[in-house]
């Protein structure tokens, strides 16, 4: 999906919620265990539920993986569901040398490999610059670059302090500048916690056109009004994630309507956001 | 599998070597694509033939999920074949926050969710602690952590120049002193490139009691002399893997015998450098 074609789908739907699927078999209401497949048929009637008010859905690989080979006939069958107007994000924080990544790029975008189809894939920025270029050599796909995390561990490491041409700076800083050089704002976004809103101003001066992916609204604390106020672009350039507070929103019978619910109330809160730019 | 344990294999088998199941169905020799399940039938004639050779195999996971389901059945029927006395490494380079590592350690060490039940699995140091930590709550599993990789990408963060606490360091460095509070030389290892074997007798100073894993001898041009020279401690610590030299040693029918050599002379050079701590 191209950058143009994601907005559209954001000034249409007045939303740029993401909705994760992170499907785990021991949380799922107990009366779906009884299907052929429960974690697709959460997944089908979570997406039923929520498509209306989301652009789109990030499957949680790790999830998936976990079950083993069922795991992953359940993914295929997920991402074969989601509507074909919403951008799809395999969140698998993958990176390896050139030759190991071409081969996760097919993974994720090559359908006749793979059978997978997704628009992006979460790369993690520890290897470089050929750990990531092979994902971007796909036409209209997209890397999402970790840069800012949600997770307390963010501290170890993304907040260093570094030198680069004798100018100070944090670690995730220049892992948004020198990522530039490898991709445009067409091709490439970055992965920025919600519970570091506070560093979005800053991060909008580095990047003001990427796309940024949010996560950590809802369970993790974060708020949607500071990200919005701080993150937004003129195109939006938002893409904020909830997974939690949405899929498991009701343990029980009504798990599709009150995720219907909370995706509601998300998106009329984007709405009034999203008045800022149009 | 115990430090201990490995060790003693080493010692058995008088070898360090790691061979690297980086199968590619593109790559494998014609001749096997009339088999059933040609990805594992080459990887059984060369576990076959090189096992006397070798203490550890690492198949690279991206290889098996870019076949999509199919390739994970290739996978599990290949893990299952390998010796059990050999370390199995799923060489996988996750990393997510706390609730999503878990289960990507699921995926990996336990039998009963995945059907997969490596030794170690590597994992990208990003995300920091909290994305490390589910790994090393499974007893006699490992994580190998990514320190200073092999291929060109490394120069881009991992050799920034930081400060910690008013000491000037480098960011791999600080990558093996902050981990080390995390988890001990019992269940932590670190990937460093063969390439940059001239950092290994640095690194030895900071981690002198860890396991290392070695990947870039061979098609990558590292030096084992020298990998060796500067990386060995009393208990050997060191795990040098080679993929494409030894399993793509031959692309004809006689495949598997070019391996068995290839192992063969990698093991006999491993056996002289043995004997300076033996």
Redesign the interface.
């Known amino acids: 999906m191209t950058k143009q074609a994601l907005f559209e789908q954001i000034l249409l739907k007045k939303s740029y919620l993401c909705v994760g699927l992170?499907t785990?078999i021991k949380k799922i209401p107990p009366h779906l265990l009884q299907a052929k497949d429960p974690v697709f048929e959460f997944n089908r009637q979570i997406i039923d539920a929520t498509a209306p008010y989301a652009v789109a859905y990030k499957p949680?690989i790790?999830?998936y993986?976990?079950?083993?080979?069922k795991?992953?006939?359940s993914l295929?069958k997920t991402m074969k569901y989601i509507p074909k107007e919403c951008f799809t994000i395999a969140?698998a924080?993958?990176?390896?040398?050139?030759?190991?990544?071409e081969?996760?790029a097919?993974?994720f975008f090559?359908k006749n490999?793979?059978?997978?189809d997704f628009d992006a894939v979460t790369v993690?920025?520890?290897?470089?610059?050929?750990?990531?270029q092979p994902f971007l050599a796909f036409e209209n796909k997209w890397v999402i670059l970790?840069a800012l995390?949600?997770?307390?561990?963010?501290?170890?490491?993304?907040h260093?302090?570094?030198?680069?041409e004798g100018e100070p700076k944090k670690?995730y800083q220049?892992?948004l500048t020198?990522s530039q050089e490898w991709g445009s704002s067409e091709s490439l976004m970055y992965v920025v916690g919600a519970t570091q809103a506070d560093k979005l101003a800053e991060i909008r001066e580095i990047v003001p056109d990427h796309f940024l992916l949010v996560p950590g609204v809802g369970a993790q604390g974060g708020s949607l009004e500071e990200v919005s106020r701080y993150g937004m672009n003129k195109k939006c350039g938002l893409l904020v994630n909830s997974s939690r507070a949405i899929i498991y929103a009701s343990s029980g019978e009504d798990f599709a309507e009150r995720a219907e619910e909370e995706a509601k109330k998300v998106q009329q809160e984007m709405e009034k956001y999203l008045s800022a730019i149009v």
Do not use: C
């Open positions: 992170d785990d949680n790790a999830f993986e976990a079950m083993g080979v795991g992953w006939e295929q969140d924080k993958r990176g390896d040398i050139g030759n190991t990544s081969l996760y097919r993974t090559d490999s793979s059978g997978f993690a920025p520890y290897m470089g610059r050929d750990s990531v970790l995390t949600s997770n307390v561990g963010s501290n170890d490491f993304q260093l302090k570094i030198e680069v670690l220049q892992v020198k």
